[in-house]
């Protein structure tokens, strides 16, 4: 199975990612974790994204906060789905993030969720990896059919409390 990449720009997001971490641990997914930034290590992101494939990945995802080019960066160097989570870590709430990562050019697309959506970030992730894997697919599949069971007895309860 191919292994998902986070890569997050400083230490101080890592408790963001955790949401992250755990779906990859319920879903089986390889994945290798690590801190470069765009600004701070520039070099070692260049690296990283241009080996990536090379080195078993098949997706990464890219947190960051502030003036967020993580994501952006490493989708220059490589053609591998790169998913970016802008970080909610400064004076202005995460749409500083929001906008750096999501507002990408023409030609390097950047797959942003939302402000610290890493739960949302792992998924996808899953979603990419599970194209060429049906046993993960069905995962998926499940996931979706329980979360919408628990719709339906929220809902169930709900009707209750008014009945
Ligand atoms: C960004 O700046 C990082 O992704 C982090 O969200 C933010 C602050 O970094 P630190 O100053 O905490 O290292 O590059």
New binding site residues.
Partial sequence: MKKAAVI??????LPVLEPAFKKFKEFGIPFEAHVM????TPARACEFATNARNNGFGVIIA??????H?AGVLAAYTTLPVIGIP?K??TLDGLD?LLSTVQMPAGIPVATVAIDGAENAAILAVQIIALGDDALAEKLTKMKADMAAKVAEKDKQLQEKFS
């Fill in positions: 997050m720009g400083s230490d101080s997001d930034s765009a600004h701070r947190a960051a906060g502030k003036a967020a993580l970080v870590s400064s993030a």
